[in-house]
Every structure is written in C-alpha cells, then in structure tokens.
C-alpha cells in the first residue's frame, strides 16, 4: 500500500501523524510517514510510533516495501502492535537521521574531490563510505580531507530537482554511480544538486546547506578488490 513520503519533500520533519494500512509480520504500514527507508546507502530511520494513549511502539528498523513508495516500519521484538485504522503519533530518532543528512551530504561533496566512477557506498550514523575504481597512488587522505572541507567551508544551500526519464537518458554523465542505477518508471527522477558542486540522482535525505556538515576526517583508505579503493569517512 502506498504511503505519502513526507521526509521526499522535507527532510527536517521530524514528527506527524498518520493512520495505520497494515500490519503483518514484516513490517507496520501507513498512509504517510516521515521514516526513511533503507536504501540507496543510507540506513533507515529509527524512533517512535506513539498510540492514542500515549503507549509508545519502538521502531528498530525501517525498510522499502514491495510496490514504489512503500515503507515498512519493523517493531522491536516485543513492542505491542497497533491495529488497522489507528491514528499514530510518529517521530523519529532526529540525532540519528540529522547525523545520516550531514554524513549523505558529505559524501556528495566528497564525490567531487575524488573524480572517478563510484562503484559503492554506505551512510551509517557514525561515519560513510564510498568504494571508487580508482588507483590506490591517486587517493591521499589529507588532501582529500582538506579539498572536501574546503568545499564544505562554502556553505552552499542544496536543491532538489526533479527532471524526466528522458532528460536522464539525455545526460548520461549525471549517473556516477555504477552500482546503483536511479529509479526508474515514476517518469521523472529526483536529483540533488549542491550549486557549482555536483547534480546527481538522488532519493536520500540532505542538509538544507553544507555548511551543517561542519567538516569531515578521513578516517581510512583501503582497497576492498581490484575496482574497489575504499574511503571511510566521519563527522569531523
Ligand atoms: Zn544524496
């Protein structure tokens, strides 16, 4: 069943409300939610269902359902399950996700100090990956730290821009990911685009401006197979 993707047009909504689809042993779902999916690298939301008396279900994990648009929020063991109809109180652990935004946004700036295909990528709270084909004598932590920063220092705000299929196939050289393709077949594609930065196909959730990022370390660089240079890093 579709649900209304609030996080899609505001990534600082923190709570809302919303009614219950269904509930069944992969997940609870709801006609809008402001908890973010697991995908495209970024780990899903974790936080609160709260039901008309206050009783608070944990939600411990957050995944895509099977249709487009479909999100499936996972209980922790134990928590007691809402019913079909049911108005809940939604809010998400804000600490974690605000830490996941600034950690995807980085790694968009990040992008664009190592120029070479991206073959990976992974967006935990505490620290982000992007695994380049690229040789190992091009990536230098420091200068990349530094060059990234620099960027970041700008403190540009972002857009969300959303263009045609048509327009994508157009513009090959948006998609730097060669691992994962944008999804297709809603007819039009969502990019975000950091001014003067980078434009690329993006369904994650960002900061308003870089600047919130703050700054970035480098916390390793290693070679995870013959096409894989992998650079790992946290919030500065
Ligand atoms: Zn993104």
Redesign the pocket.
Known sequence: MTTELLFRDDAYLRSATARVLAVHERGIELDRTVFYPQG?GQMGDTGTLSRAGGEPIAIAATHKGDGPDTVLHVPAAGATLPAVGETLSLAIDWERRYALMRL?TAL?VLSCVVVAPVTGGNIAPDKARLDFDIDMSLLDAAKIERETNALIARGVETETVWITDAELDARPELVKTMSVQPPRGAGRVRL?RIPGIDLQP?G?T?VRNIGEIGGIRVLKIRSEGRRNRRVEIALA
């Open positions: 495209g995807h968009h975000l993006c994650g960002h």
